[in-house]
């Protein structure tokens, strides 16, 4: 594997820590949390992000990837989980040729979906649950760990 997939890898795994830790402890209501008019709700915005990573599948599978909306955020959860195993066994598959560059990646569709894991965090903060301060540079990444 060429350092760059170790490096996205790495991303991926930053990407479910960071998710995980503006979830975890949530009020069951968060998912439908509304901030206002026009602000994505948690739900909504999990959602996306698994479309987001979805799409960057497909820069090594073809196709398209369009997710239906899921009854609960905690299924939500769940696809969001599996969709970045996914990507993150794709990018160890060194059989599959992507149709964009690792940094593409990177500058794409992996720091729109870092994007929205902060607003998640930022979400739980105005919802009247903030997320515990961490060291980010000081976190335990677990590259292999993509999961809930």
């Not at 059989?95 to 720091?111: K, M, N, R, Y």
């Amino acid at each position: 594997m060429t350092e760059s997939r170790r490096l996205l890898q790495h991303f991926l795994a930053a990407l479910a820590y960071r998710t995980q830790k503006a979830l975890r402890d949530a009020p069951d209501t968060f998912g439908e949390f509304s901030a206002g008019t026009f602000v994505r709700t948690p739900h909504e915005l999990l959602w996306h992000m698994s479309g987001v990573i979805g799409f960057a599948r497909t820069k090594l599978h073809g196709g398209t990837f369009v997710p239906p909306r899921l009854p609960t955020f905690a299924d939500e959860v769940t696809r969001f989980h599996e969709l970045l195993a996914a990507l993150h066994a794709d990018f160890g598959d060194e059989s599959l040729t992507a149709q964009i560059s690792d940094d593409q990646f990177l500058q794409g569709p992996l720091s729109d979906a870092m994007t929205h894991a902060g607003q998640l965090a930022l979400l739980r903060r105005l919802a009247g649950s903030p997320v515990p301060s961490e060291d980010f540079v000081e976190a335990t990444i677990d590259t292999s760990n993509v999961s809930e």
